[in-house]
Structure formats: C-alpha cells, structure tokens
C-alpha cells in the first residue's frame, strides 16, 4: 500500500499512514516533507525505531540540534547526544533519566529562546502512561488568519521576547538565574508574527507565556495584550489532542504550532525519545521584504 494522508483537524496535523520511517524511500520523504509544510504536524503510528533509526529519519531534514538544557541540563541515552529523552522515570540512583517529570508542560513552542530555533522536533513514544500524558498541538497559521484585527494591528510589526529561564514543565533551567523579569532573563527577540519560510503564510509566534513581553508597551500593557492574544489562539478550533499509543511518532513544525501535556500519574512510566532539527533560517517578520 502507498503512502495516504488525512488531515487530524482543520487547523492542524495529518495522520500519515502506509511508510516504514526505519526504510523510506526517497520519494515519500519528499511526500513527508511537503505534508510537514503544510498541516504542521504529522502523526506515525505503529513505528519500530532504534534510537540510530530515530535519529537518520531526523537528519533528513537536515542537521540536529543538541537537546535543550532542562532541569537537570542535557540528558541524553548513553552515546545519543542529539537524542533527548522526556521521561519521569527513575534510575538506580534515583535521579530521572529524562525531562519534565509527570506534570503538566505549558504551551510552548521548543527552544525558541535561541536567535536560530530548532525548524522541528518529533517525539517517539517508548513507554506510555495507561492514561493522561496526552500533548496537544494548536496550529498557529490558523490562529493567526482568525485573530481580531484590532489585536493584530497591536502586535504586528513588534517583537516578542522568548524566555530561556523557565521549561514548560515550570521547572528552571540548569545553571540559570530565576527571574520574572523578561529584560533581565536570557532568550531571544523574535518578530510576534512571522513569514514561514517554506509556505510564506504568516504565523503567530509566541513562544511560551511566561516572561513573554511585546516590545514598545508597559509591563502591565503587554501582559494584558498577551492574555487576550493567547485567550485567542488557546480556543479548542484551533487545537489538536493526541492521545499516544506505543510506536507513535509525531513530527511538528515548531513554527507553525505550539504545544501542551496533560499530568499523568507519577507512578506509571512514560520514555518519550525526542530530536529537534536546527533551524536553518532566523524567524522573519510577515509582511517585511526578505
Ligand atoms: C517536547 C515536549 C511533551 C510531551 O518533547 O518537546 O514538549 O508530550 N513534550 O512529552
Ligand atoms: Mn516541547
């Protein structure tokens, strides 16, 4: 059978059935690719991937960036640095093998901290909780073609600063200095809304909340701009909820969607192995000329 897509919603993700990602062909990355492009995420199931499967499937996107620095700083499986595992699992010594714990991770887009971040991440699914733990995806090109005018005109042509002190977990980043300062705390400024630079649609872009800031407005304007923006793009007809089995595999365009996990139970296990795709051009602002 060949390769099929169906879209997961309107706003976002595709379910690609009928590939192999430990044998693709180069005509259906080409297919990935452009699918990627242009539902955001894309959904695998029922994958069997080696970390060294995981990670080739990963490069043919391009080069790897190293895991993010968490709570613990890079936690990778011994002799994967580009691999990063989310896990709330203990090793012998009590010490987690991964990021982010059983509790809930907040919206967020990946590493957007950095001038250049990651173009993409997927996540494949080890072990899963018998419940909870599901990741929920918004699709920011839909958010941003349905946001009010009047809010546009607010936040179209700034900056938004991305905090590099917190993860989504809450949980503050090794060898960081806390702060809710968003001037004081490391990151990056990137334009609110952004050019994709393989569909050309614009994009909302905002990161995660926390320390968030829209340059040129008081602290008190921009905290309240920024509830109305995300109270806006955080509405359920813009969101996709997946509920993972074993041997998923889900592919997400980092620019064009955020994302979110539910808590699961601390005591069930859940071995989530990530990578994430270096960026290969800065976020452009929509509507500037190249
Ligand atoms: C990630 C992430 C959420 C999850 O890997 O980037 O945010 O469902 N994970 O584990
Ligand atoms: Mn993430």
């Known amino acids: 059978m060949g390769i099929t897509l169906r879209p997961l919603t309107a706003a976002v993700g595709a379910e690609i059935s009928g590939v192999d990602l430990a044998r693709l062909s180069d005509h259906d990355f080409l297919a990935i690719e452009r699918a990627w492009h242009e539902h955001a995420a894309l959904l695998f199931r029922g994958q069997t991937l080696s970390d060294d499967d995981l990670l080739a499937f990963s490069r043919r996107f391009g080069e790897l ?22 896990s709330n699992v203990l090793d012998q010594n009590g010490d987690p093998i991964g990021a982010l714990g059983a509790g ?34 918004v699709g920011m090109q839909a958010a941003c073609a349905a946001l009010p005018a009047e809010l546009r005109k607010k936040i179209e042509g700034r ?17 960081v200095t806390p702060t809710d300062d968003p001037h004081a705390a490391p990151g990056a400024w990137h334009p609110a809304i952004l050019k994709h630079p393989a569909n050309g649609r614009p994009t909302l872009y905002l ?18 701009m920024l509830d109305e923006v995300w109270a806006h793009t955080t509405q359920p007809r813009f969101l996709y909820e997946h509920t993972w089995r074993l041997g998923d595999l889900l592919l997400w365009d980092n620019r064009s969607t955020m994302h979110r996990r539910d808590p699961f139970d601390g005591a069930a296990r859940r071995i989530m192995h990530r990578t994430q795709i270096k960026g290969t051009v800065k976020p452009i602002a929509f509507g500037v000329a190249a």
């Open 65 to 86: 960036d190293p895991p993010p620095n968490q709570e613990r700083g890079r936690i990778s499986p011994p002799g994967y640095p580009d691999v990063y595992v989310v």
């Open 104 to 137: 809930e991770a907040s919206w967020h887009t990946d590493m957007s901290y950095l001038d250049t971040p990651p173009d993409a991440s997927m996540l494949y699914a080890l072990e899963i909780p018998p419940s909870g733990g599901n990741t929920w995806f």
């Open 207 to 224: 990161g995660r909340r926390r320390n968030s800031y829209v340059e040129g407005y008081s602290a008190a304007e921009s905290a309240k």
């Open 159 to 175: 900056r938004i600063k991305h905090d590099g002190t917190y993860n989504s977990g809450g949980y503050l980043r090794k060898g």
